[in-house]
């Protein structure tokens, strides 16, 4: 029989006790791993009030543009007024060259007091001659000639009427003079232009009102209605600079673009609204008061897809939850039922209420019931403005302080590891006196 010797004896069973040892510990590691908190950050859901929104961009213009055409043509000899101006209804806004018109008025006048006393001559030949063929004195051949010619210039005289309100016409439209009261868009004619019929001497708008036409989807336009509170927005500005409401909606939609028209009415305008500027119309088609309101960054959105087998297509489902914080330690999953949405807030219809604390931060690494650890930071406090001249003595002190604190972190640094040697020491101690 062979005799293992007591060393190699010792040797073997601390060994298997330091295995043991290790394998005993190893799940105790993991569980403390599992049970490890992931830090998060929360906030109160509140009610609120939200509305379901339409967004769209237009140009504010004003309700009618009212284009001025010359009635008469010939040259501009002067311009009374320009890009910018005020006008009222029947202002000058430009002269015609009226010579040749005021001689045509001055020939239709002539020709209507020659045209007047034939009629008066030839009324009173008719009167006497019907007369005459009633005793029968005279034939009917000579009674025919004296009404055909009593009817000539009775219709020569009707035809000199015409002619000379004509001319006065053409006179007076030599002044180019603005329909309606409103304000000069465009002057597409200056002094020595030929002035013709077919061209748009100004553009006025009338200042009865502004109005804005914006063009929407399917989904959008038939949400829409008329009456509804619209507010404006200038691109740069985050307060609203007017507001109107929805006036008309074109009953169909454009077979190009497959978008519809509505126009909307200001009501209010701000100082910073002109005509053709480009606003951002917020049309509130839905308003829910006191709804639970979160902000989408909230959710977590999960994604199914769905395979259709007897149309052969794909589906995608797509459900949404937040999780709640329950004594600043547990996060449990919650389903949730969404509302309407606006921006970046969202009406929670179902799975959630008032007062309850949903993660915002974290939330994605997170599964149903996970510990959690709330963080809580200090407030953002800005730093005191320091002047020029002091900059660099400021400076000198923030590396005196680094250097000091960066000695602090290294004198305890030091003392943790003495105090860990001394604690493996001790370890080891008992571990030999055990052995033995």
Avoid at 4 to 23: D, T, Y
Avoid at 109 to 127: C, N, P, T, V, W
Avoid at 227 to 248: D, K, M
């Amino acid at each position: 029989m062979k005799h293992i010797p007591l060393s190699i004896l010792l040797g073997s069973l601390i060994l298997l006790q330091a295995c043991g040892g290790s394998s005993e510990s190893r799940p105790f590691q993991r569980g403390e791993r599992g049970q490890q908190a992931t830090s998060v950050e929360t906030i109160t859901v509140e009610r609120e009030d939200i509305s379901r929104q339409i967004r769209s961009f237009g140009n504010i213009k004003a309700q009618d543009i009212v284009q001025v055409t010359p009635q008469v043509t010939n040259r501009i000899t002067q311009i009374y007024a320009d890009l910018g101006d005020t006008v009222n209804q029947g202002d000058r806004l430009a002269k015609i060259y009226d010579v040749p018109f005021e001689d045509q008025y001055q020939q239709a006048l002539a020709s209507l007091e020659q045209s007047r006393a034939a009629f008066q001559r030839d009324s009173l030949q008719f009167e006497r001659q019907k007369k005459l063929y009633e005793r029968d004195l005279i034939s009917s051949t000579e009674f025919d000639n004296v009404r055909a010619t009593y009817q000539n210039s009775k219709a020569q005289l009707q035809s000199s009427t015409a002619n000379l309100t004509q001319s006065r016409e053409n006179l007076e439209n030599t002044v180019i003079r603005s329909p309606v009261y409103g304000v000069v868009l465009n002057r597409s004619v200056a002094e020595g232009d030929l002035a013709s019929t077919g061209q748009v001497a100004y553009e006025i708008a009338n200042l009865t009102g502004y109005e804005t036409r914006v063009y929407l989807p399917l989904e959008e336009w038939q949400a829409a209605d008329v009456g509804q509170p619209v507010t404006f927005r200038l691109s740069n500005q985050r307060e609203s600079s007017a507001r109107g409401r929805v006036s008309r909606i074109s009953p169909r939609l454009d077979p190009t673009t497959g978008l519809g028209e509505v126009v909307i009415s200001l009501t209010e305008k701000g100082s910073s609204i002109f005509q053709g500027v480009l606003v951002e119309a917020v049309i509130n088609v839905e308003t829910r008061e006191q709804a639970v309101v979160i902000p989408r960054s909230a959710l977590v959105e999960n994604v199914q897809t769905l395979i259709e087998p007897e149309s052969n297509t794909i589906q995608l489902s797509r459900t949404y939850s937040v999780f709640v914080v329950q004594d600043d330690s547990v996060a449990l999953k919650r389903d949730l039922q969404l509302g309407i949405e606006q921006g970046d807030r969202v009406e929670i219809s179902s799975g959630l209420q008032a007062g309850d604390q949903i993660v915002v931060t974290g939330q994605n690494s997170l599964e149903d019931s996970s510990k959690v650890r709330v963080a809580t930071g200090s407030p953002f406090r800005e730093s005191p403005e320091v002047p020029i001249e002091n900059a660099e003595n400021l400076s000198r002190e923030g590396s005196r302080q680094q250097l000091q604190n960066a000695d602090d972190s290294t004198r305890q640094a030091r003392r943790e590891q003495r105090q860990q040697r001394r604690q493996n020491a001790s370890t080891d101690t008992s571990s030999t006196n055990t052995n033995d």
